[in-house]
């Protein structure tokens, strides 16, 4: 069955850097699209951003650009978000999705919950 | 850039009752790459409808989605307790591709 595994919870303070995990099993990692997609506390669903983990090809929202990056090792197949220059507004949890151009988020991992705090 | 605003922000209901839920876009939604999602707290959310009115895996046929262009709506024929949860639109057919509606949710009344 598909599945995607996100990393652990992070505590990070202002200024620094987060990159979580999402592995996925289940299905051919080349073949589908990993997107990000962030929620904080009570509030709704913000995507951040795409990454074709065949050809590493990004697409990034532009709330993030210069922010974020995304990436792959398709020996593992896991993929990766980094986000820079944290600030609280940043505390969320964070998920990454199975998609593809022009097709619905159709698994989701567990979520990562990231605490930016001083 | 694609918005998409649902409505209403909280629907009250009873389980049995029928609920309606709106999301309208900003500009026209192309082919109807415009999905739904249900997330409930603590879970992450889960894919139901998609290409406007097409079930995914395994969800029951007491949901069901309709629209068009600008306007689309997701119904539940009748709300059971396991579908009291917030509820998420999203157009996925223009970039930004990952654009979501800011959310129903559906509370016991």
């Known amino acids: 069955q598909v599945q995607l595994v996100q990393s652990g919870a992070e505590v990070k303070k202002p200024g620094a850097s987060v990159k979580v995990s999402c592995k996925a099993s289940g299905y051919t990692f080349t073949s589908y699209d990993i997107n990000w997609v962030r929620q904080a506390t009570g509030q709704g669903l913000e995507w951040m951003g795409w990454?074709?983990?065949?050809?590493?090809?990004?697409g990034y929202a532009q709330k993030f650009q210069g922010r974020v990056t995304m990436t792959r090792n398709t020996s593992i197949s896991t993929a990766y978000m980094e986000l820079s220059s944290l600030r609280s507004e940043d505390t969320a949890v964070y998920y990454c999705?199975?998609?593809?151009?022009?097709?619905?988020?159709?698994?989701w991992g567990q979520g990562t919950l990231v605490t930016v705090s001083s | 850039e694609i918005v998409l605003t649902q409505s209403p922000g909280t629907l009250s209901l009873s389980p049995g009752e029928r609920a309606t839920l709106s999301c309208r876009a900003s500009q026209s939604v192309s082919s109807s790459y415009l999905a739904w999602y249900q997330q409930k707290p603590g879970q992450a959310p889960r894919l139901l409808i998609y290409g406007a009115s097409s079930r995914a895996t395994g969800i029951p046929d007491r949901f069901s989605g309709s629209g068009s262009g600008t306007d689309f709506t997701l119904t539940i024929s009748r709300l059971e307790p396991e579908d009291f949860a917030v509820y998420y639109c999203?157009?996925?057919?223009?970039?930004?591709?990952?654009?979501f509606g800011q959310g129903t949710k559906v509370e016991i009344k």
């Open positions: 999705a199975r998609g593809y151009i022009r097709e619905p988020f159709d698994y």
């Open positions: 999203q157009q996925y057919g223009s970039s930004p591709q990952g654009t």
């Open positions: 990454m074709n983990p065949n050809s590493g090809n990004t």
